[in-house]
């Protein structure tokens, strides 16, 4: 069992960054694939970013590639996404996700969520 929690969501201007984080309960966060999902209103639910148990695999959606980051402290329990160059078609919920396995792009193959944190950016 892992529970989910993200912070780091808020108000930023266009081509501006935010950090998201997500911290994990459980001893067991190193054998997560950790993925990073958001749903803007009247959207369904996106893939972002990817990253493999041990963190030397990631996966970007084409939209964000080259803006934003994936990265995990397995000893802390935490997932970061690191998004720069923000525009307004990134504003979403942007949610959090544990799977065992292999890290994958369907967000139905994900079995813990967190609560998700907003992502406003202003043009």
């Known amino acids: 069992q892992v529970q989910l929690v993200e912070s780091g969501g808020g108000l930023v201007q266009a081509g501006g960054t935010l950090r998201l984080s997500c911290a994990a309960s459980?001893?067991?966060?190193?054998?997560?694939?950790m993925a990073w999902f958001r749903q803007a209103p009247g959207k369904e639910r996106e893939f972002v970013a990817a990253?493999?148990?041990?963190?030397?695999?990631?996966y970007y959606a084409e939209s964000v590639k080259g803006r934003f980051t994936i990265s995990r402290d397995n000893a802390k329990g935490t997932v970061d996404l690191q998004m720069n160059h923000l525009t307004p078609e990134d504003a979403a919920v942007y949610y959090c996700?544990?799977?065992?396995?292999?890290?994958?792009?369907?967000?139905?193959?994900?079995?813990?969520w967190g609560q998700g944190t907003q992502v406003t950016v202003s043009s």
């Open positions: 996700a544990a799977k065992s396995g292999i890290a994958l792009r369907v967000d139905s193959t994900y079995d813990y």
């Open positions: 459980g001893r067991t966060f190193s054998s997560y694939a």
């Open positions: 990253i493999s148990q041990g963190g030397g695999n990631t």
